[in-house]
């Protein structure tokens, strides 16, 4: 092209008739010359060295489509990166750019991993130590369709294993369209942190904070703020990257010389996290301002693959550049105090069946098909709270500082009543300004700034709806409640603390189980004895290998006296670093020291406890066991469904080893599953935070003049129901207790005894005639009416009833 003036370009002969002599070529053997630096790139790519060509678009002396477009085909079809800048009206001169601030970028950004618009406030390391050393990892995104959709995040996926391609990676796609970061932070434990541990996440809310929520700033700091601080108590050394993204108003603001609020707010969280960020939105302004590019090139709000790759390659430039860094830069960390007191630290989604309902509402899946509007497929398949009608009205206990409906909000939306803790009732309109096309997805905060502790709302469908809405219809998803931190957020400098406990379990005669949980990794031991004798220490050894380095310890004492109390405390050893032939400890704490009694088959009597149906009603639970206190009991059945859904330890720390702790240090706690502990994903994880008797949530133990027979009924509906995605398998499990039943009701514990109490959370009788209990009542009726049972305590109807016995039916009490 230039010199030769081959192609479309005139080129020039004396320089064309120099080129020849100085390589020593005649005109056709120039013509398949591969010595040009053009035929060299593959070493470059191979390199990952970024290429930057600044040229004029109407350049006709060494025209585009001659060189640079072929430069730039070759290179990317090499995998390499190449930026080209097009300067608009601009031939073959002037070289240069009026404002060089993209070329500095582009040098700082490669090599720093820094530039005006990539900050990296952290060393990243965290994440890629996991990723090398323990050859796995799970990388989180967040945030609204942007991320959801296939744009710069599998980019970044497929980046990272090509980084680490020994590494089993775990990537978890939590971007839902329209959310903003209000609603981030309250789904943050169910879509992200309930997946396991999280070592690297990304969070994108820019866009939707601004086009969708119109947040103030105030909105966006409490969103974001949340969303770092229950992701650090998560995991203290997670790394955080806050992404940017941009749409015309953020591109509009930057070229005139501001920053959008938005903006503001987000890195105002990131500079108080340390937390890295990336501002697409202003790299993207700068460039389209300098002519790069345009905006149907880049691709929108939703950008095309040109617009997702620039995304992913400054992910990329960040990532990399950090890596390469040392291993002893600073790490993220959380200040003690929130910068906003009602930041969303506490963040959850309290599930609609905690709301006590009214005539009117019904927990249903619309027809959506029936409905005017579209839907996004994350709501399709899922029963929703629902009601229509004027007046329809319902309740919901709860505790924290701030109350919220996520709701889909379609044509037919209406507005709600509602007042808290009986104070002047409010109105709010649930109608959004996409409504009229679509089911909408959004958090509406009703209260953001209560007083810490537990309040009372009452909401009510209003009898007006927006201008634009066709009806009063109102579906809940579920409720936004801010709790307030769950655990004591952490650092990696946060001192070795017990997050819970301790709280004995699986009592016997001779022996009992003792479990906490900390904030650090440790190793831990009981030291235990009679009042008045020295210590003995009891590990929990597996296989030979004492267990170690875990936050959640069990420790159960074998070769105890019957009825004899014992005093103990628990001890934490934190681990610091832990490989083959190399332990490093941290600090060791104990526990108050408590005491204990083992069961006693002798004794003339027992006491005790049972609760069920307490669904997450923490102070519900906390004024019922105050009751009991007023006559000495031995044992505190849990008869299930003690929580309402369980889909995090969270959850279970909140609603069970918060609200035992005035006791489950002295007396232990038995957990009869119900079916709401069942269903989320920590059921799976529960057995370690519970022990059982043989591993199993049913068996049968003697207490005095009592044998206790525990049953586990498992879900309410078939296995095949859509609600369990095909999950479940308690047919089976029902069948397996029945061969257990049968030998436990022929055993000589179970004859010998003088009073026989069956517990299990679904009623044999008075319940519904679904698939769980009408299965429960053929597998288990005849057996218990045959075995003389003196008492069944069941829960699950939500109702006071005693059955009375009846022949030919149930004969027990």
Not at 205 to 228: K, P, W
Not at 371 to 386: E, K, V, W
Not at 623 to 634: I, V
């Amino acid at each position: 092209s230039w010199p030769g003036g081959l192609g479309a370009g005139p080129g020039s002969d004396s320089d064309w008739a120099r080129c020849l002599t100085e390589y020593g070529l005649t005109e056709d053997e120039a013509a398949t010359f591969e010595g040009n630096p053009i035929d060299r790139l593959a070493p470059l790519a191979r390199a990952d060295v970024p290429l930057l060509n600044v040229c004029g678009a109407t350049d006709k002396v060494v025209p585009i489509a001659e060189n640079t477009d072929i430069l730039r085909q070759r290179y990317e079809a090499l995998g390499g990166r190449i930026r080209v800048i097009s300067k608009p009206e601009n031939g073959h001169h002037p070289h240069s750019l009026k404002d060089p601030t993209l070329i500095v970028n582009f040098v700082l950004q490669h090599t720093q991993g820094a530039n005006d618009f990539i900050t990296p406030r952290a060393t990243l390391h965290s994440s890629a130590r996991r990723f090398r050393e323990r050859g796995q990892g799970r990388v989180a995104f967040i945030g609204g369709s942007i991320t959801e959709m296939n744009g710069y995040r599998p980019k970044v996926c497929a980046m990272l294993q090509q980084q680490f391609p020994d590494t089993k990676f775990d990537f978890v796609n939590a971007g839902i369209s329209s959310t903003c970061s209000t609603t981030g932070a309250f789904r943050l434990q169910q879509n992200v942190l309930s997946k396991g541990q999280v070592d690297l996440l990304f969070v994108e809310f820019a866009v939707n904070d601004d086009q969708d929520a119109n947040h103030t700033t105030t909105e966006c700091i409490r969103g974001m703020e949340g969303i770092a601080r229950q992701a650090l108590a998560a995991n203290p050394v997670m790394d955080i990257v806050f992404l940017y993204t941009t749409n015309p108003h953020f591109v509009e603001q930057y070229q005139q010389g501001n920053t959008p609020h938005q903006m503001e707010a987000h890195e105002t969280v990131a500079q108080a996290y340390g937390l890295c960020s990336v501002n697409f939105a202003a790299d993207v302004a700068m460039r389209l301002g300098e002519g790069e590019f345009d905006w149907k090139t880049f691709g929108g709000v939703h950008p095309a693959d040109f617009g997702n790759t620039l995304y992913a390659n400054s992910i990329s430039t960040l990532l990399k550049g950090q890596w390469a860094g040392t291993d002893t830069q600073k790490i993220s960390r959380a200040p003690s105090d929130p910068l906003d007191p009602y930041a969303y630290a506490g963040g959850s989604l309290t599930t609609i069946q905690e709301a006590h309902l009214g005539r009117g509402w019904q927990i249903t899946t619309p027809d959506w098909k029936a409905l005017r509007g579209g839907t996004r497929a994350q709501y399709n398949q899922i029963p929703l709270l629902t009601a229509d009608t004027p007046g329809a009205e319902l309740t919901l206990h709860f505790t924290g500082t701030a109350v919220g409906l996520y709701v889909v909000a379609g044509p037919d939306s209406g507005q709600v009543d509602y007042s808290i803790d009986e104070g002047p009732v409010q109105r709010a309109d649930l109608y959004h300004r996409y409504s009229a096309g679509l089911h909408y997805p959004r958090t509406c905060m009703l209260s953001a700034e209560l007083t810490p502790g537990d309040h009372h709302l009452t909401l009510q469908v209003a009898d007006t709806h927006h201008d634009k809405s066709q009806g009063h219809a109102i579906r809940i998803v579920a409720f936004s409640v801010n709790t307030g931190a769950l655990r004591p957020l952490k650092s990696p400098d946060t001192p070795l603390s017990t997050v819970a406990g301790p709280y004995l379990q699986n009592a016997q005669a001779t022996a009992m189980s003792i479990q906490w949980l900390t904030n650090h990794p440790c190793a831990s031991w009981v030291e235990y004895g009679q009042p008045g004798e020295p210590f003995q220490r009891a590990v929990p050894s597996q296989d030979g290998l004492v267990r170690a380095a875990e936050t959640t310890h069990r420790v159960t004492i074998k070769g105890l006296q019957p009825g004899t109390t014992y005093r103990y405390r628990t001890v934490s050893k934190e681990i610091i670093h832990f490989a083959a032939y190399h332990v490093s400890f941290g600090d060791k704490i104990y526990s108050d020291e408590s005491i204990f009694t083992t069961l006693d088959p002798s004794q003339a009597e027992c006491n005790f406890v049972v609760l069920n149906d307490i669904h997450g009603n923490d102070s519900l639970f906390i004024k019922l066991m105050a009751m009991a206190d007023k006559t000495p009991y031995d044992l505190v059945f849990l008869n299930g469904d003690i929580v309402g859904d369980i889909d995090h330890e969270s959850q279970f720390v909140r609603h069970i080893l918060r609200t035992t702790e005035s006791f489950a240090s002295r007396i232990p706690f038995v957990l009869v599953r119900g079916n709401h502990e069942t269903r989320g994903q920590f059921a799976r994880q529960l057995p370690e935070y519970v022990t059982r008797q043989d591993n199993h949530y049913y068996g049968a133990f003697t207490h005095g003049p009592v044998r206790f027979v525990m049953l586990d009924g498992g879900e309410d509906k078939e296995d095949s129901h859509w609600a369990y995605s095909g999950l479940g398998d308690f047919d089976a499990y029902r069948e397996e207790q029945t061969l257990w039943l049968k030998q436990e009701i022929q055993s000589t514990a179970f004859k010998a005894a003088t009073f026989r109490i069956v517990l299990m959370h679904i009623p044999l009788y008075g319940s519904s005639n679904g698939h769980g209990p009408s299965d429960c009542r053929s597998q288990w009726a005849d057996l218990i009416n045959q075995a003389d049972v003196d008492l069944m305590i069941s829960g699950h109807t939500h109702r006071q009833r005693i059955v009375a016995p009846r022949p030919g039916l149930n004969p027990y009490p």
